[in-house]
């Protein structure tokens, strides 16, 4: 159990488009979801934290207009990347709470590029 | 922002040795979650520790929460190529949120 999954897995796009990443769990509900940019060789940094039917809330520095969350069913949060740029090219995973506590199951991530 | 630092940051040995990874805090965590991710993939959770002073067993795999809940660590007998990756420690605060320490690369080569 506790499978999530994520759609693209890869993704290449061209500066100042914009780009949707799903985040779907599959055999549970998932009222909290959350979303990380990793670069390589690093850790995970945490971007939000996506609350079914309320407007996500954004760490310091991440642009809130920018990565656009969505967490609109138990199943499904999306992010998108709005006007992307080079500097925007990262992995992007997703995670879902499962239940009340801190255990988070995370997605197989996407491959952002920005052309 | 409670931190969480992972020592050492990289670790190659030979397949059959033993092998430490050692997260420690200055903070407390209700509670600690250990990951392995590998390259290109989404970390997968090995194990939560949530009680101070508790020990979990998985196969070789043996993780320690501080008795303060500060400081947790992991060790591997006999490690084989197939524990090879990325290993992340997390601390948790109740609420769900997650604080990644910086990552542990374990290179095991036979």
């Known amino acids: 159990g506790a499978v999530v999954s994520q759609h693209p897995s890869w993704v290449i796009c061209k500066s100042g488009t914009s780009v949707k990443i799903e985040c779907r769990s599959l055999d549970f509900q998932a009222t909290t979801m959350f979303w990380y940019r990793q670069f390589p060789k690093q850790s995970l940094m945490l971007m939000a934290t996506?609350?079914?039917?309320?407007?996500?809330?954004?760490e310091q520095g991440v642009e809130k207009d920018k990565f656009l969350i969505n967490h609109a069913s138990l199943t499904l949060s999306t992010l998108t990347v709005t006007s992307a740029h080079p500097e925007d090219s990262s992995f992007y995973i997703c995670s879902a709470r499962v239940r009340r506590g801190d255990e988070q199951y995370f997605g197989p991530g996407t491959r952002l590029t920005v052309t | 922002t409670q931190l969480l630092e992972q020592s050492p940051q990289f670790l190659s040995i030979q397949e059959g040795e033993n092998l430490t990874v050692y997260c420690n805090s200055s903070s407390v965590f209700s509670s600690l979650q250990w990951y392995r991710q590998e390259p290109g993939e989404g970390p997968v959770l090995l194990v939560t520790?949530?009680?101070?002073?508790e020990v979990k067993k998985l196969k070789r795999l043996t993780f320690q929460f501080g008795d303060a809940r500060k400081d947790s660590s992991l060790h591997i007998t006999a490690a084989q190529p197939g524990d090879t990756g990325l290993y992340l420690c997390a601390g948790g605060s109740g609420w769900g949120k997650l604080q990644f320490g910086a990552g542990t690369q374990v290179v095991v080569t036979p």
């Open positions: 996506s609350n079914e039917g309320s407007k996500a809330t954004y």
């Open positions: 520790v949530v009680t101070g002073g």
